[in-house]
């Protein structure tokens, strides 16, 4: 009993040092968020002498924090209905249609992983600029689409292959399509990998700020994480402010942690299934 006391304080410690990083960055911008900035300057450090939420709304009303919210809301719905669409389709031929190439498609996904979008930041704006879809919605959106892509694409191929082929095949004598299988028989089935993935690439797009800084310059496109770091730049000797507008940014993705984590852990660990 003893030993396995103590193995679970072994366990316990390195779990509660890492608990403590994730959430103490998160308490000290609140901290800062709720202070004057003579106390900021004073002592960084200290704790707020009371709650003041005058520093939340300036951030809000002083570079339109609100359009910025509704840029980023319809630009990430938008990004993750069309990689949901793509890559449960391209999941379904992946995992389930035998067609010659099949595998070499999959390890190419694969590949897109391991590419770091730095390496391919200069041709996109290049081929973006030549297309005229800088400064736009769809261009951004199809940006998205295309840096997530393979990530969704990997965990719905990986979901898919668990789905016993026999079920397929009866949908088939049944007189279905392929498109019919997919709409009738793979979409329903997928339903909580697409959650699961849905969500992930809802995080992903929304904090995003390299790709949105990238192909949106002009302040009336951009996005909410982009408005954030233009904040910075508006008040970098005011960092409360600074600091309300990131709890701004924060708090959706919070909300979205907070009522669906177990689906988040869900869909991280789909792609380690094996059908």
């Known amino acids: 009993m003893s030993h396995r006391r103590w193995g679970r304080w072994l366990l316990a410690l390195p779990m509660a040092v890492l608990a403590l990083a994730t959430v103490y960055p998160l308490a000290f911008t609140l ?31 002083s570079v339109g924090m609100a359009r910025y919210l509704a840029n980023s809301v319809g630009v990430v719905t938008a ?5 949901l669409l793509f890559g449960s389709m391209a999941g379904f031929a992946l995992s389930q249609l035998r067609f010659r190439g099949s595998s070499v498609l999959f390890l190419c996904c694969l590949a897109a992983l391991f590419v770091p979008f730095q390496v391919i930041m200069v041709p996109l704006a290049r081929v973006m600029a030549d297309a005229g879809l800088v400064d ?25 292959k668990t789905i016993p082929t026999e079920i397929i095949d009866a949908a088939r004598i049944d007189g279905n399509s392929v498109y019919g299988v997919y709409r009738r028989i793979m979409l329903p089935l997928g339903t909580p990998a697409l959650l699961s993935v849905g969500i ?17 310059p002009s302040a009336e496109h951009r996005t909410l994480m982009v408005g954030v770091t233009s904040l910075r730049g508006q008040y970098s000797d005011d960092i409360p402010t600074f600091a309300s507008g990131v709890l701004i940014a924060a708090v959706p993705v919070l909300v979205i942690y907070l009522f669906l984590q177990r689906q988040i852990a869900d869909g991280v660990a789909a792609g380690a299934t094996k059908g």
């Open 136 to 160: 736009t919605y769809p261009g951004l959106v199809l940006a998205y689409v295309a840096q997530f892509l393979p990530f969704t694409i990997f965990l719905m191929t990986s979901y898919y």
């Open 31 to 61: 901290n800062v968020a709720m202070k004057t900035r003579r106390e900021y300057v004073l002592d960084r450090f200290s704790l707020a002498d009371a709650l003041r939420f005058e520093n939340i709304g300036a951030a809000w009303n």
């Open 200 to 216: 992930l690439d809802a995080l992903f797009c929304w904090n995003d700020v390299l790709i949105a800084l990238l192909l949106m």
């Open 79 to 83: 990004s993750v209905l069309l990689l």
